[in-house]
């Protein structure tokens, strides 16, 4: 497989705080790649980073062999580099249509009028909000919320997709649903990385994963392996287990 | 049917039409009110076009309507009419863009307190020009436009504010400022140059501040900073739009007819008191109705729709 | 002319510092955008105006009424007009935003009762007016009166704020409300006292400044625009950084007065204002975020 994305060497620092250390990772084109780690360990920082909403202080970020690290956001996600955030964010006093537009009609191809409205209907679809396009995102549960704003990432047609807990807070039956729609997306094609601690659903979706602690990569590698490593057990257990 | 563009551009043209003729039927106070209310409602929907939906409060109207009034004092007698109005046009549109591009990556704040204190900025600025350069506080504007013109230059100047307004409202370019306004950083991670488009609506607002300032600029025969940079003027287009209503492109307007029978009745009757009432109307629109009488129009429909649910979810 | 460029550049930039750092509190601690701000300092003006004029009173000893009155005054500001604000605000952006429409109208309210009560002219009293001679140069002696009073009341709040219980409950608000209401502190309380007490600074000012300076009802914005500029050049909720940020601007405006042209002295602030804001809007003292 071919590299989707390559990390290399980055840096970010807030003030005095080391959020992420030289971290040096590979995303395959087609893969699903787990960003796993404690609480606090950097990787939403890591996120923030590939989609530019923070500028590294050191090292590279290369998409597709061009270097995006530091570029602005919008210009990150029109390159087909699509997020969704770890407390969801919606645009509450727009209907569910206008939402997924959002992530339409701005991106490389936009769409506008009725074709990004019958595009916005069938990534609705997708997610399970089948015939939900007037309620007000405002009015949705968060589990829709969550749904939404992955249709309205998908409108974008990313080739890499960004999931920061995604999963969380999920009932047993929208788990098991959700993990079969991120994997329906990467039989499409869409490269994703998603930061999770649902471990069940790791296990079943992501081939490979990449570790953190305090700011450091501390395991990359497959997903059986490195949850064997005696390092990730005691980053997550503490010392005294390993 | 009520909604394609033909019938709304169409009404409009109408409308506008009609209001052509106000200056045969009134005499000279009422088109001096007619002048008042067209102004204002120019000032505040152009205000409302950039603050409605980035939410940005921009304190700084009359800044741009006073570069448009001084373009005119200084060149009105020097070249022709439209060639002023351009050359107006052209300094509002700098400025905005210079105030646009250094404030509008700021936080919202920042951007209040900016424009806040930009017109008296501008204000010392061409006082010191006046006095040290030219020597002179003031200037006399001796142009042959009467009052008729005026209104209808304003009218006209109206009717493409709201057409242009409208197309936006349509647009890619309204769609990305509305997702702007609620959630700016969804809006950058969907591929909007949030930069360019708040630079661009504001330039686009402030063209508009900048042609009222010149077209009403020879109603005064004496000008000077204090008259063309007076800070007032930015306060009651912001609380007229405010009453009205800033979500909707017709809003700001049901807060101009009202305000402006109001302040021109305060300021015949209670001369000492108008700062004073100004702050009381103000408050009362604040906390009583934070939507406008547009929202809270809308709100109510939505009430009776849906029959005894709560205001509060319809919004 | 230089040693009174620095003298007269201390002692406004005295006034700015004491000025500001009101309204760090208020904006710092409370979230509460005052633009009213700059209309208490000039009531507190009027105030003393009136009481030296008609009472008989001198400045400095009204102040024992006319600070605690800001206090109150402002307390009750904060409960009856905020309060609604903060609870109906969904978010800290949502919050600034009306509380900028809210203080906008304050504004007009308390200007417009100031002209009813003492229209828009130029008002000044003479107190203390003699010349003192001082380092070769001469100077009001109310304005180094004025100076000793803003370093004392400055160095007060200072002291207040990074020694006592209280003070540090208030820094810890500023810094994060959540975490400080996770810790027992009582945020909507810090908020109001905050409040109240930046409101008492501002009527300080008020009365030092009625000094020694001419004043009207219409100059309060002058007062909150300098003091938003000192207070974003210093850092937002920084004291420090506004008793620094504050002389800086006092120092600058007097050097452009004496030696470029006392008109472009404002023209001058907002330069430097707009340089900070492009530069480093986390304040000159601030770490850029």
């Known amino acids: 497989m071919s590299t989707l994305l390559q990390v290399s060497g980055v840096t970010k620092r807030f003030g005095g705080l080391t959020a992420v250390r030289e971290a040096s990772f590979v995303v395959k084109a087609g893969e699903i790649l787990g960003l796993l780690g404690p609480n606090g360990s950097g990787k939403t920082t890591m996120m923030n980073l590939i989609s530019g909403n923070l500028r590294p202080d050191a090292g590279g970020i290369a998409f597709e062999n061009t270097e995006i690290a530091g570029r602005r956001p919008h210009l990150i996600a029109r390159d087909g580099v699509a997020r969704t955030f770890q407390l969801v964010r919606v ?90 729609l991120i994997r329906s997306l990467g039989e499409d094609g869409v490269t994703v990385i998603m930061v999770e601690h649902v471990m069940a659903a790791i296990r079943s979706l992501c081939g490979r994963c990449v570790v953190m602690n305090a700011g450091a990569i501390i395991a990359e590698g497959s997903t059986g392996d490195v949850m064997a490593d005696p390092a990730v057990v005691s980053a997550y257990l503490g010392d005294e287990h390993a | 049917m009520k909604n394609s563009p033909a019938f709304v551009i169409g009404a409009g043209a109408i409308l506008f039409a009609a209001l052509a003729f106000v200056p045969f039927y009134v005499d000279g106070y009422g088109l ?72 509008l990556r700021l936080a919202g704040i920042y951007f209040v307190i900016f424009t806040f204190g930009l017109t008296e900025l ?134 101009v007819i009202p305000m402006t029978l109001l302040f021109e009745y305060l300021n015949a009757n209670f001369p000492n008191y108008f700062i004073l009432i100004l702050g009381i109307v103000f408050m009362l629109i604040v906390y009583l109705l934070p939507q406008g009488v547009a929202g809270a129009v809308s709100s109510l429909r939505a009430w009776s729709r849906r029959d005894g649910k709560s205001v509060e979810e319809a919004r | 002319m230089l040693t009174n460029a620095i003298l007269s550049g201390l002692t406004m930039g005295g006034m700015y510092a004491l000025v500001a750092m009101g309204l760090t509190l208020q904006y710092g601690v409370s979230r509460i955008m005052n633009l009213a701000y700059g209309e208490f300092v000039i009531a507190a003006s009027f105030v003393a105006f009136l009481l030296f004029t008609s009472g008989g009173l001198s400045p400095l000893v009204s102040l024992l009424i006319i600070v605690p009155a800001g206090f109150a005054v402002s307390y009750l500001v904060y409960g009856i007009l905020l309060t609604p604000l903060v609870r109906r605000a969904r978010s800290r952006e949502a919050l600034e935003a009306d509380s900028i429409l809210s203080t906008f109208g304050l504004l007009f309210i308390v200007q ?178």
């Open chain 1, 91 to 180: 645009v509450g006093e727009m209907n569910a249509r206008e939402n997924v537009m959002a992530g339409l009609a701005f991106r490389k191809s936009p769409l506008w009028g009725s074709a990004a409205e019958d595009e916005a209907d069938r990534l609705l679809e997708r997610v399970g909000l089948a015939g939900r396009a007037q309620t007000p995102a405002a009015d949705m549960t968060y589990i829709d919320q969550k749904r939404l704003e992955l249709a309205r990432a998908l409108g974008l047609k990313p080739r890499l997709l960004l999931l920061d807990e995604w999963l969380a807070g999920l009932n047993q039956t929208e788990l098991e649903g959700g993990v079969s």
């Open chain 2, 122 to 255: 501008i204000k010392q600025l061409v006082t010191w020009y006046e006095v040290k350069i030219t020597r002179t506080v003031g200037r006399y504007v001796f142009l042959d436009i009467d009052q008729q013109t005026i209104y209808w230059q304003l009218l006209a100047l109206a009717a493409i504010l709201f057409l242009v307004g409208y197309l936006i409202g349509r647009s890619r370019l309204g769609f990305a400022l509305r997702i702007i306004g609620g959630d700016e950083t969804v809006a950058r991670h969907v591929g909007i140059d949030t930069t360019h488009a708040k630079v661009a609506l504001f330039v686009l607002s402030a063209l508009f501040m900048t042609l009222t300032g010149a077209i009403m600029a020879p109603r005064w025969t004496y000008i000077d900073p204090a008259i063309a940079f007076n800070p007032q003027v930015s306060f009651q287009a912001v609380i007229m739009a405010l009453l009205g209503g800033v979500q909707r492109l017709w809003g700001p307007v049901l807060g």
């Open chain 3, 112 to 289: 417009g009762l100031m002209l009813v009560f003492f229209g828009g002219n130029y008002t000044s009293y003479s107190y203390f007016n003699t010349p003192v001679q001082i380092l070769g140069t001469t100077i009001a002696a109310n304005r180094l009166v004025v100076l000793g009073f803003a370093v004392l009341f400055g160095a007060a709040c200072y002291f207040f704020l990074m020694r006592t219980r209280t003070g540090v409950a208030l820094r810890a608000v500023a810094v994060d409300p959540i975490a400080a209401g996770l810790v027992a502190v009582d945020v909507r309380w810090a908020a109001a006292l905050a409040f109240a007490l930046g409101g008492a600074i501002a009527v300080t000012g008020g009365v030092l400044v009625s000094m020694f300076l001419t004043f009207n009802a219409n100059i309060g914005v002058v007062f909150t625009m300098k003091a938003l500029i000192v207070v974003i050049m210093g850092g937002v909720g920084n004291v420090a950084g506004a008793l620094a940020a504050g002389i800086i601007l006092g120092l600058v405006e007097s050097f452009v007065a004496t030696f470029v042209d006392p008109g472009l002295t404002i023209a001058v602030t907002y330069a430097v204002f707009l340089a900070v804001l492009l530069v480093r809007p986390g304040g000159l003292f601030g770490t850029a975020k």
């Open chain 2, 32 to 103: 001096a009110l007619a002048i008042g209310i067209a102004s204002y409602t120019i000032l505040a929907t152009a205000w409302a076009l950039f603050s409605g939906p980035t939410r940005y409060i921009s304190l700084a109207t009359v800044a741009f309507f006073g570069v448009g009034a001084y373009t005119v004092a200084v060149l009105g007698e020097v070249l022709p009419w439209p060639l002023v109005m351009l050359v107006a046009a052209i300094n509002g549109m700098l400025l905005a863009l210079v105030v646009g591009l250094s404030t």
